[in-house]
């Protein structure tokens, strides 16, 4: 799954959206949109509606970029303070860690990290 993710065209989209300009809904906005809404855990249904109207898609992309910039954190900052504990000798600690992201996290790619750490502890 990770090797077919690229998230720069929905962050760079957002991005000028956060600066003011307005979303054009057109064809190839639409498939970034579903297809990063699949990407992050938003529910098929849930993006289909949103793509009907620019305020909706919006508001889509700013939930589809907030989970990538929150999971990319909390993933990030666990991986850090679990390698912390792991190197102390606490892997009990850094498995709490990340077994806790996992109860929080949906975006599958994060989880699938956060599985492949979890393993490596082992």
Do not use: C, F, H
Request: net charge negative; proline share 3%.
């Amino acid at each position: 799954m990770s090797q077919d993710i690229n998230w720069d065209e929905v962050r760079a989209l957002a991005a000028r959206i956060e600066s003011g300009e307005t979303l054009a809904l057109t064809p190839g906005v639409r498939e970034l949109l579903l297809r990063t809404a699949r990407e992050v855990a938003i529910p098929e249904p849930d993006a289909q509606a949103a793509v009907q109207d620019a305020a909706t898609a919006t508001t889509l992309l700013r939930e589809a970029r907030a989970r990538i910039r929150e999971g990319s954190m909390r993933l990030a900052r666990t991986r850090m303070q679990a390698g912390d504990l792991a190197k102390a000798g606490d892997k009990a600690g850094a498995r709490k860690l990340l077994e806790d992201l996992l109860a929080v996290e949906v975006v599958p790619l994060y989880r699938e990290q956060a599985e492949l750490e979890l393993e490596d502890l082992d």
